[in-house]
């Protein structure tokens, strides 16, 4: 590694450590250069607490899809602020980021050690661009759907840019029909599950003990409030399947028609032809954190 280089390295690990420079410039030795090894390095030998920045909370951000030959990825990466998610070194990031994950099919560990157009790696890029614009900033998750079988479909709610947002979905549908005579359906889809924000396609793809816990919330719930122990399994079994439709994408209220379930309008609007929704994901900034 060069002198410059290693000069450069030396510097952002200060800028995101606050650690002098003879301890920063031994830690990037002993590493070979590795910026988180080297924070490592730092902490392990009680030189740095923990990263100054890589503490805060970054909850902002946004999501992009990609797309090729039908096959989709999706990313979320955060930062601190909104004023940094409209940063156009941000935005541009981002989008490269996507078409990375893309070519990667979604693989974080894939995605995190992959060249970009600058011929550094993806970790060394995010490390300038926390240095360069002060806050944190994390690639959080990614996903990736392949056109195997399957018809893919994908939404931006309110994008900034084509493909860029706060709220992105994919959805995979596989049906008797093309893709082009499915168009406006799986985009339609795709919108509802933005809106509705659906846990599972049908109840059988519910956690377990999320369906358990939320029916020993609903007994408790109704025991306190004084009702009769012997309707109590009743009451309780109606909210819970309430809390399944609610949650489950086939059994929500369409938002085009809530007098409709989603299964109802999916029946009727291809009558004799078959469409089964396969998997869906939905990511929505900072949701979570």
Known sequence: ?????????????????????????????????????????????GIAKANKKMERVAAEGL????????????????????????????????????????????????????????????KDNLVSLISKIGEK???????????????????????????????GVVVSLKSTKVKSELLEIGKQLAMHIAASSPLAIDKDGLDKNLLEKEKEIIIEELKNSGKDAKIVDKIALGKLNKFVSDNTLLNQEWIMEPKKKVKDFLNEVLTNDKIEVIRFIRFKVGEGI
């Not at 590694?1 to 450069?8: A, C, V, W």
């Not at 990031?93 to 995605?111: A, C, H, N, P, T």
């Not at 309110?158 to 947002?165: A, D, E, L, M, Q």
């Open 1 to 45: 590694m060069s002198s410059d280089n290693t000069l450069e390295k030396v510097k952002k690990l200060r800028e995101l450590t606050g650690v002098g420079f003879k301890d920063c410039k031994k830690a990037i030795d002993e590493t070979n250069g590795d910026i988180e090894q080297s924070i490592e390095f730092l902490r392990k030998n």
């Open 63 to 122: 999501v992009c899809i990609s797309e090729k030959d039908d096959d989709f990825s999706i990313i979320e990466v955060n930062s601190e602020t909104d004023f940094v998610a409209k940063n156009v070194e941000f935005i541009k990031f981002v989008e490269e980021l996507s078409d990375v994950s893309l070519l990667q099919m979604g693989s974080m560990d894939k995605i995190l050690t992959s060249q970009m157009n600058n011929k550094k790696d993806v």
């Open 137 to 167: 900033i994390t690639i959080r998750r990614s996903s990736y759907f392949k056109s195997d079988n399957v018809l893919n479909f994908s939404y931006i709610h309110s994008p900034i840019k084509k493909n860029v947002g706060k709220i």
